[in-house]
T-cell receptor, first 114, second 112 residues
Framework: NAGVTQTPKFRVLKTGQSMTLLCAQD?????MYWYRQDPGMGLRLIHY???????AKGEVPDGYNVSRLKKQNFLLGLESAAPSQTSVYFC?????????????FGPGTRLTVL | GESVGLHLPTLSVQEGDNSIINCAYS??????FIWYKQESGKGPQFIID?????DKRQGQRVTVLLNKTVKHLSLQIAATQPGDSAVYFC???????????FGTGTRLQVTL
């Protein structure tokens, strides 16, 4: 199993440009999450999904959109990038169940908006 | 809003010593807590978890202690090794969809 993978690993955008970050997991997990991590701060939840075709807002959803058309993929879109969106973005997933709430993380995408 | 926080931003320990990383949480309704380790340039990696019906849980070289009375969580690493150098985050389950709230992190530096 590859676990959780993210593409691209790095990206530089100009203000106003758009892009999509791809998260893929091969563990058949129902739940998927997008976080951003800024220097000196913990991870903050942007959007999440509890299953294929469903998405919901997290703590900092403004300026982002998501889609979960396939169970294994969770896309994060920036329609008009702003310098405030410069950050490291992490995707995570976890299976549905009650024994554990542990989330499994991808390696991250480092995004710079100029 | 309620959040998870950490007392020490950086902890420096000598190789072979024990490390203790602390975390304070404020949501009394949280029933599940996790410690993650994040090495430079990588995503967070699960270390150990604990539910609120327990006050101690042990893993391989790691122990998590939970004190619900004072809303305090700690991670103890025995015989700290250079490979333990990383940023450690505590996180709490905030309810529906297993959303996690993360603390700001503590950097553990292991000196030889």
């Amino acid at each position: 199993n590859a676990g959780v993978t993210q593409t691209p690993k790095f990206r530089v955008l100009k203000t106003g440009q758009s892009m999509t970050l791809l998260c893929a997991q091969d563990m058949n997990h129902e739940y998927m999450y997008w976080y951003r991590q800024d220097p000196g701060m913990g991870l903050r939840l942007i959007h999440y999904s509890v299953g294929e075709g469903t998405t919901a807002k997290g703590e900092v959803p403004d300026g982002y959109n998501v889609s979960r058309l396939k169970k294994q993929n969770f896309l994060l879109g920036l329609e008009s990038a702003a310098p405030s969106q410069t950050s490291v973005y992490f995707c995570a997933s976890r299976p549905r169940g009650v024994r554990t709430d542990t989330q499994y993380f991808g390696p991250g995408t480092r995004l710079t908006v100029l | 809003g309620e959040s998870v926080g950490l007392h020490l931003p950086t902890l420096s320990v000598q190789e072979g010593d024990n490390s203790i990383i602390n975390c304070a949480y404020s949501n009394s309704a949280s029933d599940y807590f996790i410690w993650y380790k994040q090495e430079s340039g990588k995503g967070p990696q699960f270390i150990i978890d604990i539910r609120s019906n327990m006050d101690k849980r042990q893993g391989q070289r790691v122990t998590v202690l939970l004190n619900k009375t004072v809303k305090h969580l700690s991670l103890q690493i025995a015989a700290t090794q250079p490979g333990d150098s990383a940023v450690y985050f505590c996180a709490e389950n905030t309810g529906t969809a297993s959303k996690l709230t993360f603390g700001t992190g503590t950097r553990l530096q292991v000196t030889l």
